[in-house]
């Protein structure tokens, strides 16, 4: 939509725990005056891994550094960097990171994701910028199992200027949702937000929860849900994999929205997650105001990660 464009220098900035990392180790590695072979391979194989990469990322990567080698496309350890973030930019093929938008009536985003991930947060971050571009938002308190997930909403909701629908704490989620479905239809609202629970320990129960407050949405509006968001925590690394492989189980994921990228040195899980979810990040979380989302653009951040 290109509402959420960030600059060069402010991905740099807020990436720079992750780059600090990824540089440190790759410098220790790639250290003047050492030639190319096997056993720099492996150490930077392990250091790729360390770095969140993941592992079957990694493994492509020196695989194909390899034969870059073998086949003299590169002679020296200058030219390994540059090669990784070539070969790193090319694993994300042109495709939608942006919002579907509705063609007629409101547009209906299904947020997922595990408590304390940050998915609260990061709605009231969308829901911000949408507002700001002149979308009218309302936002619903589909997490009716914590109090304090309803109380939190709607202190953010009155922060930042939008509408909220809820019920009390321990309603039934998909009585909130149909009930939203039908303010915004009623209110010709742009776009509706739903939050939902997250408890993993009780996983059947809230996939079922999840299902049925999808299946709701459905009948009241003609297309809907038209995104599935799902938050990760990109500070949990390689147990965000694992939480995203839970909800794709129960929900269509169309897209994931990776918070707190700015607070972690695990930034390259979003390499990780594109090589083993094959779901696109179409959102990052890089601070704690408002204003502090970008959609994810590969390029930007494969070079915020090494400049």
Known sequence: MGIFTKTAGYFKDRLGKTRNKITSS????LSLGRNIDESL???????????DIGVETTDKLVSELREAYRNRQIAHTDDIIPFLKEHM???WPDRDRQLHLAQSGPTVILVAGVNGTGKTTSIAKLAYILNRNNKKVIVAACDTF???AVEQLTIWAERIGVQIVK???GSD???????????????NADILILDTAGRLHTKKDLMKQLTKIRDVVARKIPDAPNEVLLVLDATTGQNAIIQAKIFTEAINVTGIFLAKLDGTARGGIVIAIKDQLDIPVKF???GEKPEDIAEFDPDTFVEALFD
């Open 146 to 148: 914590r109090a304090a």
């Open 284 to 286: 990052i979380g890089l």
């Open 26 to 29: 790759l410098s220790s590695v």
């Open 173 to 187: 989620p998909a009585a909130v949702a149909f009930d939203a479905c039908e303010a915004a239809m009623a209110r």
């Open 167 to 169: 019920h009390q704490a």
């Open 89 to 91: 930019k090319s694993y």
């Open 41 to 51: 391979l492996d150490e930077l194989e392990e250091t790729l891994i360390s770095d």
